[in-house]
C-alpha cells in the first residue's frame, strides 16, 4: 500500500497505523495544494478499508466536479446511497475530489450526513482550498495536510516518464512541488513559455501586440486554471525586479473569480490582458 505513491510518509504512515489499529474515522480531509497524490493516497486508502485489490468496487463511490461544480442534488444522491448497507465488503467509502468546489447547499446538504454517518461508511473529502470547506464540516473531519513533494521526488518522476527529454530547471522550480503541475508544465512548455513574454513585454509594447502574443490563452480553456496559476508565479517572480507586477496577481486572482462564477471566458481574458498592460506598460504610464 502506498508504495508507488511518491512523498508525504508521515500521511501514509498515519493512514496504515489507522489502519492496522482498526481505528478509521468516519470522515477525513485531505488537503495541500493541487497534484502531490492525495487522491492517490484516498483511493488506496479506501480499497484498504474495504479489503478490495479491485480498482472497481459497488462500495467504493467517487463524487467529481462537474463544470466546475459540485452541485446539492449530487450530494443528495449520495446520502440516499449511502443508507443502504454495502454490497461485496462491510464498509463503503465516498471520497469528494475537489470538495472545496461543492456550493454552499451542497456542503450544508453534506453536514447533516457528516453529523451522523452510518457505522459502515467513511466518506473522504479531497482539496486544494480548505478554507472553501465550511468550518462545521471541517470540524467533523479528522484533517490530513499533505506537503509539496521534495524536487528530487519531481525530478524522478519526470525523467522516469520522460526519459529521452532533458528536464528544465525553471519547470522544477515552478512546479513548486507539485508533480501534476510539472506535468503540464513540461508537456506544454511552448504555450508557458509565451505567457513570460506576455507578461514581460507588456511594460513597452502595444495593447493590440499583448492581445495577439496571448491567443493561447483564449484557446486554453481547458487549462486555464493552471495558466493563471502560472501566471501568478511568474508575476510573484518578476514583481521582485519591478513592484508593478504585484498589481498583476490581484488582477489575475479577480478573473479567477470572474471565470468561478460563470463569466463570459472571451471577456475575463479580454479584462485581464488590458488591466495587465494598463498597470505595468512604461508608455501608458508616462504619459
Not at 462500495?59 to 459540485?70: F, H, N, P, Q, V
Not at 513540461?186 to 511594460?203: H, M, P
Amino acid at each position: 500500500m502506498f508504495e508507488n505513491i511518491l512523498g508525504n510518509e508521515k500521511n501514509k504512515k498515519e493512514l496504515k497505523k489507522m489502519l492496522e489499529l482498526n481505528k478509521i474515522s468516519h470522515s477525513y480531509i485531505f488537503w495541500g495544494i493541487e497534484g502531490i497524490g492525495k487522491k492517490l493516497v484516498a483511493y488506496e486508502f479506501a480499497k484498504e478499508i474495504l479489503g478490495s485489490n479491485t480498482d472497481v468496487n459497488p462500495d467504493l463511490t467517487i463524487i467529481e466536479e462537474e463544470d466546475g461544480k459540485i452541485k446539492i442534488d449530487r450530494i443528495r444522491e449520495m446520502q440516499k446511497t449511502v443508507l443502504e448497507k454495502p454490497i461485496k465488503s462491510s464498509k463503503k467509502v465516498y471520497i469528494i475530489d475537489d470538495a472545496d468546489k461543492m456550493t454552499k447547499e451542497a456542503q450544508n446538504c453534506l453536514l447533516k450526513t457528516l453529523e451522523e454517518p452510518p457505522e459502515y461508511a467513511t466518506i473522504i473529502l479531497i482539496c486544494s482550498n480548505v478554507d472553501g470547506v465550511l468550518g462545521t464540516i471541517k470540524s467533523r473531519c479528522t484533517r490530513i495536510h499533505f506537503d509539496s513533494l521534495d524536487a528530487e521526488d519531481v525530478i524522478n518522476y519526470l525523467k522516469k516518464k520522460y526519459p529521452q527529454v532533458e528536464i528544465s530547471e525553471k519547470i522544477i522550480t515552478l512546479s513548486q512541488g507539485s508533480i501534476g503541475k510539472a506535468e503540464i508544465l513540461f508537456e506544454k512548455q511552448s504555450v508557458y513559455e509565451n505567457l513570460e513574454k506576455i507578461l514581460k513585454k507588456a511594460k513597452d509594447r502595444d495593447l493590440i501586440d499583448i492581445v495577439q502574443m496571448a491567443e493561447e490563452i483564449y484557446k486554453s480553456k481547458e487549462e486555464i486554471n493552471s495558466i493563471l496559476e502560472y501566471m501568478n508565479v511568474l508575476a510573484l517572480k518578476l514583481s521582485k525586479e519591478d513592484i508593478k507586477y504585484i498589481k498583476c496577481i490581484e488582477i489575475i486572482e479577480d478573473t479567477k473569480k470572474r471565470l468561478r462564477a460563470n463569466s463570459n471566458y472571451d471577456m475575463c481574458i479580454d479584462n485581464m490582458i488590458f488591466n495587465i498592460w494598463e498597470e505595468v506598460n512604461e508608455k501608458n504610464n508616462r504619459s
